[in-house]
C-alpha cells in the first residue's frame, strides 16, 4: 500500500491517519470492552493497596499523636481529636470491606476491625484515668497500649497491603493473557497498519520526530525540576536554534536559582551573625565589670576561675568561624557561662548539667543552648524570690537529640507565653522580636539550618518555672 504523491506534508499526514483508522475499526470493539473490564479489576485493587497504605499511615500515627497530646497535657481529653481518627479509620475499613472481593483479605479486614475495637477501649479507658486525674504514669501505660495496638492494626494493613499487590498480579497476568488473545485476532489488520506505518513514518518523519521527541523530553524535565537536563541538537535547520535556546534557557534558569538560594542563605546568615552581635556586648561588659570588683575585693582566685572560664567561653564562641562544633564544646561553653554567673549571682544561682556521654561527639550548631540557659537566668531565676536552680538535661531520642532547660524561676502566665511564642515566631520583616531576642535567635537558626528536622517548644507555669524543650537531628560527623 502506498500513499498517493501529495506534495503537502500536512495532507500526506492527514491521509495516512485516515487509512490507518480505517484499518483499526475492524476489531475495536473487542478490544474495548475487554480492556474495560480488565481495568476496572485492577484499578480497584490498586485503588484498594493505595487507601490501605495511606490508612496505614493514619494508624501508626493519628491515634497515638492524639493520644500523646492528651497526655503531654497539650489539650484535654474531651478536645483532643483521637475519636475522629478512630472514627475515620473504621469508615475506611468499612469503604476497603465493600470493594475487597478476596475471602482472606476480608478476613484481615475484619480481624483489623475487632483490634480497632480494642484500640478504642484503651481510649474510652484513657477517658475514665484522666478524669479521676490518674498519675502520669498510669497514663503513659495506656499511651504504650495504644501504641502497641496500634502497630499491630498497622502490621494487620500491611498484610492486606501485600495480599492485594499478589490479587494484582495475578490480575496483571490475566490481562496479559486477554491481550495475547486480542493481539491474535487483530494480527493480520496489525500487519498491514505496520507495514503502512513504516512506510508513512519513512517518507514524513524520519528528520522531524526524533528531535520532536528530544525536545519534549527536555521541556518534560524542565517543567519537573530538572534544570541540569539538556538536548543533542539534531542537525535540523527548523529545529536547531530552538534546541540552543531552550538549552540556554535551562542553563539561565539554573543559575539565577543558585544564585538566589546562595543570596537568602547568605543575607539569612548575616542577619543571625547581627543578632548574635547584639547580645554579646551586653555579657562581655558585665563581666568585665565582675572580675573589676573582684580583683579589688582581694578575691584572687575567684578572679582566676572567672577569668579562665571567660577564656573558655570565648574560645567555643569563636571556634575560628565555624557554625558547627561539637556537643561537648557547646556544653563545655554552657558551663563556663554558667561558671561566670555562678560567681555573680551566687547566692541566687545553682545548676547541674546532665548530658548522655553519647552525645558529645556529634555535631551540633554553636551556640544554640546557651542563649536558652542565658534566658532562663535573666527571665526566670532572677525574677524569682530566693535561690533558683538551672537544670540542662541532654540525651538521645531515636535518631535525634534532646536537650531541656529547665528553670524554677518565676515562670509565666499562660498569656505572657502565648506573647513569647508569638514573638519568636513572626516574621523579623514585619515584628521586632522585643525582649526575646536570644529565644527569637535560637529558632530562626532552627529553621534556617535545621529546616523541619528540629522542634522547639516552651512549657511554663506562673511562680513554679520554665521548661524549654529542643530537638534537632543526631549528626555524627562534620558538616
Not at 494508624?59 to 492528651?70: F, Y
Not at 555579657?283 to 579589688?296: H, K, R, S
Not at 535545621?450 to 517548644?457: C, N, R, S, V
Request: charged share 20%.
Amino acid at each position: 500500500m502506498t500513499l498517493p504523491r501529495i506534495s503537502s506534508i500536512a495532507q500526506k499526514l492527514r491521509a495516512s491517519y485516515m487509512i490507518i483508522i480505517a484499518l483499526m475499526l475492524i476489531l475495536p470493539a473487542t478490544t474495548i470492552i475487554s480492556s474495560i473490564v480488565q481495568a476496572s479489576v485492577y484499578d480497584r485493587m490498586i485503588t484498594n493497596v493505595s487507601k490501605a497504605n495511606a490508612l496505614n499511615q493514619v494508624v501508626k500515627n493519628g491515634v497515638s499523636n492524639a493520644v500523646w497530646e492528651i497526655v503531654a497535657g497539650n489539650v484535654s481529653f474531651t478536645e483532643g481529636n483521637q475519636y475522629n481518627v478512630i472514627i475515620s479509620i473504621k469508615d475506611e475499613l468499612a469503604a476497603l470491606m465493600n470493594t475487597t472481593s478476596s475471602l482472606e483479605n476480608r478476613q484481615l479486614l475484619e480481624v483489623t476491625d475487632r483490634a480497632l475495637g480494642t484500640l478504642t477501649g484503651y481510649v474510652d479507658q484513657l477517658g475514665d484515668q484522666m478524669a479521676i486525674d490518674a498519675s502520669v504514669s498510669e497514663n503513659e501505660k495506656i499511651l504504650e497500649e495504644i501504641r502497641g495496638v496500634s502497630s499491630l492494626i498497622a502490621d494487620i494493613l500491611q498484610d492486606f497491603i501485600v495480599l492485594e499487590i499478589e490479587s494484582s498480579a495475578r490480575a496483571n497476568e490475566r490481562i496479559k493473557t486477554t491481550v495475547w488473545m486480542l493481539a491474535a485476532l487483530q494480527s493480520l489488520v496489525l500487519l498491514c497498519v505496520t507495514l503502512f506505518a513504516v512506510y508513512a513514518q519513512r517518507s514524513v518523519s524520519r528528520s522531524i520526530n526524533n528531535p520532536i521527541r528530544e525536545l519534549e523530553k527536555l521541556s518534560s524535565s524542565i517543567a519537573a525540576g530538572d534544570l541540569d537536563a539538556r538536548a543533542v541538537i539534531p542537525n535540523v535547520n527548523e529545529l536547531d536554534n530552538l534546541t540552543k535556546n531552550l538549552n540556554f534557557m535551562a542553563k539561565q534558569i539554573r543559575s539565577l536559582i543558585d544564585m538566589n538560594i546562595r543570596e537568602q542563605k547568605n543575607l539569612q546568615k548575616s542577619e543571625m551573625k547581627a543578632l548574635q552581635a547584639q547580645i554579646t556586648p551586653h555579657f562581655l561588659y558585665n563581666t568585665f565589670d565582675t572580675i573589676i570588683w573582684l580583683a579589688e575585693a582581694g578575691k584572687s582566685q575567684q578572679v582566676i576561675d572567672i577569668t579562665r572560664a571567660f577564656s573558655s567561653f570565648f574560645r567555643v564562641s569563636l571556634s575560628r568561624g565555624k557554625e558547627w562544633i561539637t556537643v561537648e564544646q557547646e556544653i563545655e561553653h554552657i558551663q563556663s557561662y554558667l561558671v561566670i554567673q555562678k560567681i555573680r549571682y551566687r547566692d541566687i544561682l545553682d545548676y547541674s548539667i546532665e548530658i548522655d556521654n553519647n552525645l558529645f561527639s556529634n555535631r551540633i550548631l554553636k551556640l544554640l543552648l546557651q542563649p536558652l540557659v542565658e534566658n532562663a537566668l535573666y527571665h526566670g531565676i532572677k525574677n524569682k524570690r530566693g535561690k533558683g536552680t538551672i537544670t540542662i538535661v541532654g540525651q538521645r531520642k531515636e535518631s535525634s537529640m534532646v536537650f531541656t532547660i529547665t528553670d524554677n524561676g518565676c515562670g509565666m502566665q499562660s498569656d505572657r507565653l502565648r506573647e513569647v511564642m508569638e514573638q519568636i515566631e513572626a516574621d523579623p520583616k514585619n515584628h521586632e522580636p522585643g525582649d526575646v531576642y536570644g529565644l527569637f535567635n535560637v529558632t530562626r537558626r532552627l529553621r534556617l539550618y535545621y529546616g523541619e528536622d528540629a522542634t522547639f517548644a516552651i512549657t511554663s507555669e506562673w511562680q513554679k518555672g520554665t521548661v524549654v524543650t529542643l530537638t534537632v537531628p543526631e549528626v555524627a560527623q562534620d558538616v
